[in-house]
């Protein structure tokens, strides 16, 4: 397979803290992958050094032959990368459509001159985006709910917004920040189908953060554990799963990691 993502040496510092220490890592080509640890581990730090909110002090990191340190989120997301957020980041007085509208902002060409004067290009442009939020909305299991407003969603259809909102951007790489956190066992199984779906029907590669391990058992094909702002195994879910370390580290001295449900 291909590396589409790759950390070498990186590491992020605020003051004397060390969130991430000298990580390195891959990310292959149409994988979906885990990156798991305990509460304060440095995962999301990590997250945010890749899509270019947080500069590292150390280290690079190099999407799709591009190196991405020091350039702005905006520049990172245009090359194709997209996320959520741990908390749901939605315009939440904007209807459904809008909020993904929103993100295809990095996609879309026409001028504001263009706009101002409704011209022959800016409207085939528009047409074309609403008809892809519309696919979008069906994609994620949103169909028909185009001009709701954001905030009146349930709580399991904001998450999915807000996966509909990132792939907008035409994402070659999508990172989930605990995108199960909150959800019930219904709304847990729903989202993971739609994980699975963002690689096999989109080709969309699949980095998540995420603490429910069924999940991460469940769905992933290699898994990188954190501790400490450091990287302490890496592996498919089953070395993970029988890494003492690894267990300790992440759930305390005696716990067992569970099995997934679906092998």
Request: charged residues 20%; glycine residues 10%; aromatic residues 6%.
């Amino acid at each position: 397979m291909t590396v589409l993502l790759e950390t070498r040496q990186v590491t992020k510092r605020f003051g004397g803290l060390v969130a991430v220490s000298a990580v390195d890592f891959t990310i292959q080509k149409g994988s979906i992958s885990s990156l798991i640890g305990p509460n304060g581990a440095g995962k999301t730090t990590l997250f945010n050094v890749i899509t270019g909110i947080y500069k590292p002090e150390e280290g690079q990191v190099t999407f799709a032959g591009h190196q991405l340190v020091g350039l702005r989120s905006d520049q990172i997301a245009s090359l194709g990368i997209s996320r959520t957020f741990q908390n749901i980041r939605l315009f939440g007085e904007m209807t459904v459509r809008e909020n993904i509208l929103v993100g295809m902002h990095p996609r879309l060409r026409q001028s504001a001159w263009g706009a101002a004067f409704k011209t022959r290009r800016f409207l085939a442009e528009e047409a074309a985006a609403v008809e892809r939020a519309r696919q979008l909305q069906e994609f994620v299991g949103l169909s028909g709910m185009g001009d709701q407003i954001a905030r009146n969603l349930p709580y399991g259809a904001q998450r999915r917004l807000e996966i509909a909102r990132a792939l907008a951007n035409d994402p070659q790489l999508i990172l989930l920040d605990e995108p199960t956190a909150g959800m019930n066992p219904n709304e847990t199984e729903a989202a993971t189908t739609l994980f699975r779906r963002l690689r096999d029907e989109l080709g969309v590669t699949v980095l998540l953060i995420e603490h429910d391990m069924r999940v991460v058992m469940g769905i992933s094909e290699t898994v990188t554990v954190l501790d400490y702002g450091q990287k302490i195994a890496e592996g498919t879910p089953m070395a993970v799963r029988s890494n003492q370390h690894v267990v300790e580290a992440y759930l305390g001295r005696g716990a067992t990691l569970p099995h997934s449900k679906v092998e």
